[in-house]
Each structure stands twice: as structure tokens, then as C-alpha cells.
């Protein structure tokens, strides 16, 4: 055995008088406090306003719904009601807005200027919905709202109709 441990001492050149190379600049860096690296980074910066995002949109809109009062939530005879003025309402707005044009333009502003105020008297009776106790005579008021609005398209369209054709009499008049 102390043939072995010879052998070795003397295969292996141990410097015992100066340092290998580089050995201060390793031995500063051990001396030298870690640091941590944040984990910060803008994905998880990101993340966060993604779902800060999302939930401020979620309550905005729990919001919104909470304020606009309508027929549905009364009876499903009244969420009938709504959905067929609704879907009649948007039917006939399409159609006078397919006889839009510049001779048509002031007759379709004037009426929908009024249909304007019905909405906005619609919504005060929204409002009305939720505070009043009376609610048979706000809902009747809902609905007659309804109903003014489609007579006053009802009437554009007549009006629109009729312009037109007086205006294609007149063109056939003058070929002839």
C-alpha cells in the first residue's frame, strides 16, 4: 500500500508553492453574495392584466344588465311581447333603411329623431320598472311605447313608398 500511495505522489504534480491559474478570480466569485433572479417578468405581468381585464369586462356587464330593466324577466307571455316588437322593430328599421337616399334623408331624420325620444321614454320606464310598485300600468306604458315606435316607422314607410312612387309617375309621365 505505501508502494501505491508513492507511485501516486509521484505520477501527480501537486504545486504546493503557487495556485492553479484563475484561482483568485474563482475564489472572489465564491466570495460574492448570489443573487436571485427576480421571476417578475412580463408574462406573469401580462397574465395579471389579462384577468384584471376579463373581470373588470364581466362586472361592467353584469352592470349594464342590471340597469336595463325590459319585459323579459316579468311573465313568458311579456318576453313573447318584446321579442316580437324587438324583431319587428329591426325588421322595419332594415327596410327603411334600404329606401335611404338624398331625397328621403330629411323625411327619414324627422321620424327617426321621434323614435329617438320613444326609446328614451322606453328607458325611463325602465328605470320606473324597478322602483315602482305599479307595475301593470308601467308595462302597459312599455308596450304602448312599442307600438308607437312601429306606427311611426309604419308611417316612414307609407311615406316612403308613396314618395316613390309619385316620383316613378312623374319619370313615366314625362317619357310618354
Known sequence: ?????????????????????????????KLRPKRKKTLTSWKWISIAASVILILGLYLGNIQNTKSQYSLVGISPKMTEAEIFFVSTIKQELKEV???????????????????????????????????????????????????????????????????????FEIKYDEII
Open 97 to 167: 333603411e334600404k329606401h335611404r337616399s338624398i331625397e328621403t334623408e330629411t323625411l327619414i331624420e324627422d321620424a327617426l329623431d321621434k323614435f329617438e325620444e320613444l326609446e328614451d321614454k322606453f328607458k325611463t320606464f325602465s328605470k320606473e320598472l324597478l322602483k315602482n310598485e305599479n307595475k301593470r300600468y308601467i308595462i302597459r306604458k312599455m308596450i304602448n311605447n312599442y307600438q308607437q315606435r312601429l306606427n311611426i316607422l309604419n308611417e316612414l314607410l307609407t311615406q316612403l313608398e308613396h314618395q316613390k312612387n309619385t316620383k
Open 1 to 29: 500500500m505505501t508502494n501505491k500511495l508513492h507511485t501516486f505522489f509521484h505520477n501527480n504534480d501537486f504545486d504546493i508553492y503557487e495556485p492553479n491559474l484563475g484561482h483568485l478570480d474563482r475564489f472572489q466569485d
